[in-house]
Structure formats: C-alpha cells, structure tokens
C-alpha cells in the first residue's frame, strides 16, 4: 500500500488542551493496512511517530517531530457470551463514552462508573481510565496490539499489561505497542459500584433507590457536568496531576500540620492523598500563566483560555510542583503525556 502523509498540519483540533502545534507530518488511518504503511514509512525515513487518538489526554510542548498517526479504527461488536457475561470487542477509534452507552443501552453493566470520559476505546488502557472506584481493567478481558519491533500481532491479557493507577506497560513505552481493538467482559446481571464519590447523594436527589446502570451512568455524567469543564467549551486536559501516594508516617505528621488535609488510607499502609486539595489550599485556583491558568472552580484542572502554547500549560504546571513540593514536601506528577518539542 503507497503512502503519502500530509505535511505542516496544525493539531490544534486535534487535542483537547487546544493548543496549537505542528506535526511535521501527518495521516489518519482507519483500516490496519493503513497503519502498518505509515509505520513502516515511518521507519524507511527514519521518523519518530506519535499515535493519537481523541487528543484529551497529551500536552503538546511544541511542534511535534515525526509522523502524528491518528487512530479512527471504527466498530464494535459481541463475541462472546454465556449466562452470565457478555464479551464486547470496540476497534481502537470508537469514542469511549459512545461505547459505554451502548453497552449500557444494551442491558449490560460494568462500565457506567466511567461514562463521559473523553477520548478512544484505544486509549482507555494506555492510563488504565478510572473514575467513582472503577477502572478499565477491572472489566477489560483482553487488548490486541501491533507490536513496532516485529510488525507481530498479539493479544496482551490483563496481567501483560501491567496496569497501575493511570499507568500501564503502553504508558511506559509509548509508541511501540499500538492498541488496535479492546475485549471488555460485561455482566448481564449488574454489580453496582455506588460507594465513591457523590453517586449515592445524586440518586437519592433523584428519587432512585433501586439503580439501573443507566440511572449510575446519567448520574455520573452529571456529577462530571457539575464539576469539569467541558473541554468543547473550555479546552483542558483533564485532571493535570496524579493523586500523589506518600507513606504513612509522612501522611500523619501532615495530618498534624492540616487536620483538614484529604487522605485515603491505601491497602498497602501507604496514604493517598487529593492532588486538587494541594493545589487549592495553595491558593492556585484562577492562578496563570499567560492564557494558560489553574481552573476557578476544579484545581485539579489546568484551562487554557485561548491562546496558551503547550510550554505556558507546562510552565504553570512546574510552579505548582514546586510550591507543592516546598510547601508539604509532596511530589506532584503530571498525569497527562507530555509530548516533547521538535
Ligand atoms: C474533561 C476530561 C475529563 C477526563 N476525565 C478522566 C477520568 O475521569 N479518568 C481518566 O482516567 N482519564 C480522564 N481524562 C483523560 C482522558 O480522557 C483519558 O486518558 C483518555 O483515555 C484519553 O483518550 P484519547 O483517545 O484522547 O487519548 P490521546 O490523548 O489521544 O492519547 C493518550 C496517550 O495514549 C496513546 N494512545 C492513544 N491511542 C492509542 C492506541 N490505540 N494504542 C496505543 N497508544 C495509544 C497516545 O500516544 C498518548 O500517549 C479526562 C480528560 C478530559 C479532557
């Protein structure tokens, strides 16, 4: 199959943060032909490539080298299912809250907890998604990938993946394994997940004492409405920083410090701790730095209001680390991927 990318294309809407920066080179692809061609162009030119999907999890520092391979894989369909579970496989391009709809509509549950999460069902396992005590894994069977060192395609289980919290093994070695469809097993009799979050308080204002899936989906998707800007309306990243994970000694002399601090006891002994609590108590909020500033409502959530580049969203970012870091000694991690600079 010939290939011809496109060259100079501003990706600015192609990422949520909505900044502007130029791939040097570009293509969509919406059949695996096509993918290997751009990737095997990109090797014969010696060309770094990017894959992209719905654009809302990255920060864009600059103009981007190489090839921006964007993910539009489309279809979803059962494979598989017993009394009890039904196996749904979603190509790596389908937009993931459509997904999570459709499951739903159809009478099976397990992904309700994570509607209205922007992005691809490709993406869904690159930061292993989660939301209101649910993550992807938790209901994901299996991913198939293509794998850059030997063009092989393979099926990776839960376990290959090597999940974490908003990590995984394709976080940790971006660009090699390229996640072309998801299996995800979904149960036909519900197990319900209402205990994190406002969940429980949103039903109950809204008269629901016997949850569908789809009342915990609409109650979830307003929640999120309530509480994070809609990047369709005010470009962002989502959350911007990992909940930060300290050990229980350090947790309890913060306690003593801020007898208000947010804390969550980990199974492990360890304490996680609210990354947009930091922030506000900081005094971050509507904090900028040129168009790019700490969200007036969510601190967890940088904005940009128009015209921020990729190195302003960064350089607030840094302040903040480092005010955080002085102030309670605590490590901020950037959760989105940070896409280096030509
Ligand atoms: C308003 C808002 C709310 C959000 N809420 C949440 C939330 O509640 N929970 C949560 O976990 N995340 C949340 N996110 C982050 C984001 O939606 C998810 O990480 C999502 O899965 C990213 O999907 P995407 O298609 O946009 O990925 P992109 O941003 O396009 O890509 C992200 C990374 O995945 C890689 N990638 C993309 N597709 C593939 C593929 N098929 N194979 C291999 N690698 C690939 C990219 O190279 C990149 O490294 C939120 C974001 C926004 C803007």
Not at 1 to 17: A, G, H, I, K, W
Not at 178 to 195: F, G, H, M
Not at 267 to 292: R, T
Request: hydrophobic share 40%; with cysteine.
């Amino acid at each position: 199959m010939s290939f011809q990318p496109q060259e100079q294309v501003d990706l600015r809407p192609y990422n949520t943060l909505g900044v502007s920066a130029r791939a040097r080179y570009f293509t969509n692809v919406r059949i695996q032909p096509q993918l290997q061609a751009a990737m095997r162009w990109a090797i014969e030119n010696d060309q770094p490539w990017l894959l992209l999907g719905g654009g809302s999890n990255l920060v864009l520092a600059g103009d981007v080298p190489g090839l921006v391979i964007r993910l539009e894989m489309s279809g979803k369909r059962v494979v598989h299912e017993d009394d009890e579970h039904v196996w749904v496989r979603a190509q790596a391009g389908e937009n993931w809250h459509e997904l999570v709809r459709w499951t739903l509509e159809q009478g099976w549950s397990g992904l309700e907890n994570l509607s209205l999460i922007p992005g691809t069902a490709g993406a869904a396992p690159v930061q292993n998604v989660g939301a209101y005590g649910v993550e992807v894994r938790d209901v994901l069977q299996q991913v198939l990938v293509l794998d850059a060192l030997d063009f092989g395609l393979k099926h990776l289980s839960v376990e290959e993946c090597r999940f974490d919290y908003r990590d995984s093994l394709f976080k940790r070695e971006p660009g090699r394994r390229v996640i072309l469809s998801i299996d995800l097993r979904l149960r036909k009799r519900p197990q319900l997940q209402l205990e994190y979050g406002p969940i429980r308080a949103e039903l109950e204002r809204r008269g629901i004492s016997e949850p569908t899936p789809l009342d915990i989906s609409d109650a979830v998707i307003a929640i999120r409405q309530s509480k994070l800007p809609d990047p369709a309306v005010l470009s962002n990243a989502g959350s911007f920083f990992k909940n930060p994970v300290i050990a229980a000694g350090q947790a309890a002399e913060l306690k003593q410090r801020y007898p208000e601090m947010v804390q969550y006891p980990l199974a492990d002994g360890q304490v996680k701790l609210a990354a947009g609590w930091l922030i506000e108590q900081a005094g971050w909020k509507g904090k900028c730095v040129g168009d790019a500033c700490v969200h007036q409502q969510q601190a967890l959530v940088l904005v940009n209001h128009g015209a921020a580049s990729g190195a302003d969203v960064l350089a607030l970012a840094a302040q903040i680390r480092e005010d955080i870091a002085g102030r309670y000694g605590v490590n901020l991690e950037i959760e989105p991927v940070v896409i280096d600079a030509e």
